[in-house]
C-alpha cells in the first residue's frame, strides 16, 4: 500500500538549535514534495515545495531536501523560536493529478 | 481575497441526523479538495473537484458521504446518516490547476461533533 511516514509524532528542542523532520514514502514517485504548517485550531498553511530534479530549497530559515533514491525529505529548520512550535505536515501527489496526499504530522516543540 | 471560507466552524449533532458542511474556494481557483482530519487516520483526502466535476472521490468512506460543487463558488459535504465515528475536523482546500505544482489553500475547517 502507499504510505507517507514522519518519523515521530512529538519532537521537542531547544530554542536556538535546529529542529529536522523526516518524510519518508514508499510506492510512489512523486514529482515534487510539499511541507506546510498547521497550528491547533487551524487548516495547514504551505510553506515550501520541492521538485524531484530539486536536491535542495531555502527559505529564510527553512531547508528542504529531496532524496528520490531514498525516498525521503527532510526539512529543517535553523535557530528555531518558540513561534516554530507547529505540527508540522508533508505532503505529495503521486499521480500528478493535483491530489495532494498528506503525512500524519510532526508536533514541534521549541523550548525557551 | 478572504481565503477558503468553510462553514460552519463547529458543529455538534446527534446520530442519525443530516449534516451538511459548506465551503466557498478562492475567487480564481478551479480545483477544490475536501479532507478530514483525525488525530488516529490524519489529513484524509476524501474527493476532489476539477472545473465543479468530481475527479477522485475514492477517499469518500461510505455512501453516507457525499459532496456536490453546483458552482465555482460553492461546495457541499454531506453526511446522512452521521454516526459518531464521523467526528473529525473536516477541511476544505483549493488551488489552480494547471500552473505546475501549485500550493494548496486551506480553510479553517470544521469541527464535526456526532454525540
Known amino acids: 500500500s502507499q504510505k507517507i511516514e514522519q518519523n515521530s509524532e512529538a519532537l521537542n528542542i531547544q530554542e536556538g538549535k535546529t529542529a529536522t523532520l523526516t518524510c519518508n514514502y514508499t510506492n510512489y514517485s512523486p514529482a515534487y514534495l510539499q511541507w506546510y504548517r498547521q497550528d491547533p485550531g487551524r487548516g495547514p498553511v504551505f510553506l515550501l515545495l520541492i521538485r524531484e530534479n530539486e536536491k535542495e530549497k531555502r527559505k529564510e530559515r527553512l531547508k528542504v531536501t529531496f532524496d528520490t533514491t531514498l525516498k525521503q525529505s527532510l526539512f529543517h529548520i535553523t535557530a528555531s523560536q518558540p513561534a516554530d512550535s507547529a505540527t508540522y505536515l508533508c505532503?505529495?501527489?503521486?499521480?500528478?493529478?493535483?491530489?495532494?496526499?498528506f503525512g500524519t504530522g510532526t508536533r514541534l516543540t521549541v523550548i525557551p | 481575497d478572504a481565503g477558503v471560507i468553510q462553514s460552519p466552524r463547529h458543529e455538534v449533532t446527534e446520530m442519525g441526523q443530516e449534516v451538511t458542511l459548506r465551503c466557498k474556494p478562492i475567487?480564481?481557483?478551479?480545483?477544490l479538495f475536501w479532507y478530514r482530519q483525525t488525530m488516529m487516520r490524519g489529513l484524509e483526502l476524501l474527493i476532489y473537484?476539477?472545473?465543479?466535476?468530481?475527479?477522485?472521490d475514492s477517499g469518500m468512506p461510505e455512501d453516507r458521504f457525499s459532496a456536490k460543487m453546483p458552482n465555482a463558488s460553492f461546495s457541499t459535504l454531506k453526511i446522512q446518516p452521521s454516526e459518531p465515528r464521523d467526528s473529525a475536523v473536516y477541511f476544505c482546500?483549493?488551488?489552480?490547476?494547471?500552473?505546475?505544482?501549485?500550493?494548496?489553500?486551506f480553510g479553517q475547517g470544521t469541527r464535526l461533533t456526532v454525540v
Open positions: 475567487s480564481g481557483h478551479n480545483s
Open positions: 505532503a505529495l501527489d503521486p499521480t500528478g493529478a493535483n491530489n495532494l496526499f
Open positions: 482546500a483549493s488551488n489552480e490547476q494547471g500552473l505546475p505544482n501549485t500550493e494548496a489553500f
Open positions: 473537484f476539477n472545473n465543479n466535476v468530481p475527479i477522485d
